[in-house]
């Protein structure tokens, strides 16, 4: 492996792995993202010639120099100031990248690596983080143990050096070099990873937690998800079908078997208007939610023996609606990690039974939700005024449609059943489609029912809602998430942006809400089930996600409690899972043994191989020139050391020579003479001819018994 080579690898890949904890933290917007990686890539694959052009030294300069200049107005407009320090930090890693010369500017770059870790660190810590994390930790040593050999062999081979036979050093030559290091090296230097990623863990499990929150107070994560807000225009909510992104995790009570695909019709928010073109929402409120210890309670107190219980975790979501079944009795707070005193995550009454948070640390919820298992009649009737609201039609309703919703219930009186027959009619004889042409229509809804009979979700639903109002049966249009795709690696749900649906709850008399859906059914599917290629990967990264998130990311105080405790029960007589191993001094003594031959067969098979790779690594073979030179000198030294000047093995032969003069040794000028020729036999090229490789032998035999005898 050449060296040079090898250590611009290592150190690329640091580089590249430090911002990609940046471009994966979310933190950063899109342009800026796509900025990083494409200068990125331009710096690791410029022509290493081109790094020594002054130019292009100086465009490195300005470039800097400008990007500090831009960021320092940013500062000056408003921005936060984390951003612009990460962005800075960013850009000026491309352009060290790009205009790196020596080792110098490599320990640079390894350093400005380190920090992108840390940034990414505050920024995210997500499990892209943690691969990045450990990938850094595998490269780091080889790399700063190479940063340091070429700082060493460029700094003590200057201008002028000369290696331990005199001639110059060629600092190229031993960059290009591949017998400086070798697997064994790269091996043992990778494999420091280990011990470092255990005493890393070890103070990540015993060190007192810290809440994120401290990092993130001036921090608002980008790249929050769109929810549902107070207006949703006719004709817009289908464009959210072929978006796979990830919205919450659902674990809901299933069977040994849980069905790839189930029904969840969590609702987010209740719109109440329909002015003909959209659904809006004339009531607004904001109340705090009574709270005991992270418990709201909507109807009654949840009841966890006979209640359905659902744990959510819901990702970043603006507006931040908490998702909930119609029937939710109870909500129960827990906690993603140690926070703030006085900073956990806030619930408040919105209109139209909508509940929201807050959060200081914009990390999303965590939550469980209580539904009874069987439906509960609510006894408190409409109000005169809720009843007008939810009966209210849009002016210049065209009569056609009253007229089809009564042909549609037939004479039939009772809510409910009018509710299943126009239900029932919209699913047989009408179209889903995405892409449907009455969104673009005068009046969107009488050309669905009439004209094209086809749609998303939200005709539907709209249809039914105003054709019930127009027979006075009180309706609201809901928007919310449909169903999940069942996580065979995870055991929950995933909801995603393909899964928002929208569906009508009725008033029924003595009942309450009650929950009617007129989208076919075979076309209420997510994304992800039409494409299965990718379904396993795709799940079993979001599974690594959500336990990266849950063990690492929220490793709190509890769960560091949760840790100890379990220790302590290890040694204790509650349950003495430890005390079995460590108790029995017959298991002591086996573990030690065959720890200790595990670890003398590693020692014994790394020095085999080390033997067998010196011996099959020849020499290159001498030529007859140089052997004969070597034999030669070894004459020569052994009369040195007759002479009392042997030399040490340690010293060129050159440098020796020039010791011996300095000393004024009788025999210096004749020593000095003899090795130069050995030098220039062996190094330079030089053929000795019989007679003078006779004369050599000679004059070497004679260092210590002729002094008087001059050079010639």
């Not at 990092?215 to 959210?240: E, N």
């Not at 209210?392 to 919703?405: D, F, Q, V």
């Not at 002479?643 to 000393?663: D, Q, S």
Request: charged content about 20%; overall charge positive; aromatic content about 8%.
């Amino acid at each position: 492996m050449r060296f040079g080579l090898t250590h611009r690898v290592m150190t690329d890949a640091l580089a590249a792995l430090g911002l990609l904890s940046l471009v994966t933290s979310g933190a950063l917007d899109l342009a800026m993202n796509v900025a990083i990686v494409l200068g990125l890539l331009g710096a690791l694959f410029l022509p290493e010639r081109w790094q020594t052009v002054a130019l292009e030294r100086r465009v490195g300069v300005v470039a800097s120099l400008g990007l500090l200049g831009v960021q320092v107005l940013r500062l000056a407009l408003g921005a936060e100031l984390l951003p612009v320090a990460v962005e800075f930090a960013a850009g000026l890693q491309v352009v060290r990248l790009a205009t790196r010369r020596g080792a110098a500017h490599d320990q640079q770059v390894v350093l400005l690596a380190l920090l992108h870790l840390v940034a990414g660190t505050v920024l995210g810590g997500g499990l892209a983080y943690g691969l990045c994390f450990l990938g850094f930790l595998v490269v780091a040593p080889g790399a700063l143990v190479l940063s340091h050999l070429r700082r060493e062999v460029e700094g003590n081979y200057r201008q002028g050096a000369r290696d331990r036979t005199g001639l110059p050093v060629d600092v190229p030559r031993i960059l290009r070099s591949r017998r400086v290091i070798g697997r064994s090296f790269l091996a043992f230097t990778c494999l420091l990873a280990l011990p470092i990623f255990i005493f890393t863990a070890a103070l990540f499990v015993m060190f007192p937690r810290v809440s994120v929150s401290l990092f993130l107070l001036s921090h608002g994560r980008a790249g929050r998800m769109t929810g549902f807000s107070d207006r949703v225009d006719l004709g817009h909510v289908g464009a959210l079908h072929s978006d796979p992104t990830l919205v919450m995790r659902v674990e809901a009570p299933t069977t040994e078997e849980p069905p790839g695909r189930l029904a969840l019709y969590l609702r987010g928010t209740a719109l109440d208007y329909y002015d003909g073109r959209a659904w809006l929402r004339t009531v607004r409120v904001r109340e705090p939610a009574s709270r005991a210890g992270g418990l709201v309670r909507l109807r009654r107190s949840p009841d966890p023996a006979n209640d359905v219980v659902y744990t959510i975790d819901l990702e970043p979501i603006d507006p931040p609606v908490v998702f909930l079944r119609h029937d939710t009795v109870a909500i129960e707070l827990v906690p993603l990690g140690a926070t703030l005193l006085g900073q956990a995550p806030a619930l408040w009454h919105g209109g139209e039974d909508e509940l929201r948070y807050t959060s200081a640390d914009d990390r999303g919820l965590r939550y469980r939700i209580y539904a009874p298992a069987q439906a509960v009649p609510v006894a408190a009737p409409l109000t005169a005024a809720d009843r007008a609201r939810y009966l209210a039609l849009p002016p210049g309703l065209p009569e056609r449609i009253g007229e089809l919703a009564r042909t549609w219930a037939g004479g039939e009186t009772d809510p409910a059943r009018v509710a299943r027959r126009i239900e029932q009619r919209l699913r047989d004889d009408f179209t889903y489609s995405v892409d449907g042409p009455s969104g673009a229509a005068p009046n969107p809804l009488e050309h669905f029912l009439f004209e094209s009979r086809r749609g998303h979700c939200e005709f539907f639903s709209t249809a039914m809602a105003v054709m019930l109002r127009t027979l006075e049966v009180p309706t609201r249009n809901v928007t919310g998430f449909g169903g999940g795709t069942y996580n065979r690696f995870g055991r929950y749900y995933a909801v995603r942006q393909g899964d928002a649906h929208s569906w009508v709850e009725v008033w029924i008399a003595g009942v309450g809400w009650q929950r009617f859906d007129p989208t076919p059914a075979a076309e209420r599917r997510a994304d992800g089930e039409r494409a299965r290629f990718g379904t396993v990967l795709r799940d079993l990264v979001e599974a690594m996600a959500q336990r990266w998130d849950q063990n690492v990311v929220g490793y709190d105080l509890e769960k560091q409690l949760r840790v100890w405790s379990f220790l302590r029960r290890g040694t204790s007589g509650e349950s003495p899972w430890l005390g079995r191993v460590t108790l029995s001094p017959r298991r002591v003594g086996a573990t030690l043994v065959g720890a200790a031959l595990l670890v003398g067969a590693a020692v014994w098979l790394w020095r085999r191989r080390r033997r067998a790779a010196a011996g099959a690594e020849e020499r290159p073979a001498e030529t007859p020139e140089a052997e004969s030179a070597i034999q030669l000198y070894r004459l020569l030294e052994r009369s040195m050391a007759t002479a009392g000047v042997a030399r040490p093995a340690a010293t060129p032969p050159l440098a020796h020579a020039r010791a011996v003069g300095e000393l004024a040794h009788p025999f210096a000028a004749e020593i000095l003479v003899l090795t130069r020729v050995y030098l220039e036999a062996r190094f330079g090229g030089r053929v000795l001819t019989p007679s003078e490789r006779r004369e050599f032998a000679s004059r070497a035999r004679g260092v210590g018994q002729r002094p008087e005898r001059a050079a010639s």
